[in-house]
């Protein structure tokens, strides 16, 4: 199990209440998981979301690593 740093982005810091929060979790699923209990609204936005690791899209099938920081990205509307 990892401990990593989570920032949210638009809709997903609305949701979340908070822009950035440490988490632990193995893999990005689970990350996904673990943030989204309880928390109903940060839930439905994970779902649509994309994830940066360290900068880099990645998938749920991701691993994690200590001190790694994963960006909580939603979809962006406007121009």
Known sequence: MATVTVRY???ARAAAG???EQA?????AELV???GKGRPDLARVLGISSFLL???RVEGDAALADGSVV???PPFAGG
């Open 9 to 11: 982005f638009a809709a």
């Open 33 to 35: 998981a673990a943030l």
């Open 18 to 20: 908070e822009p950035v």
């Open 54 to 56: 360290d900068g880099d």
């Open 71 to 73: 960006d909580i990205l």
């Open 24 to 28: 632990e979790a193995a893999s990005v």
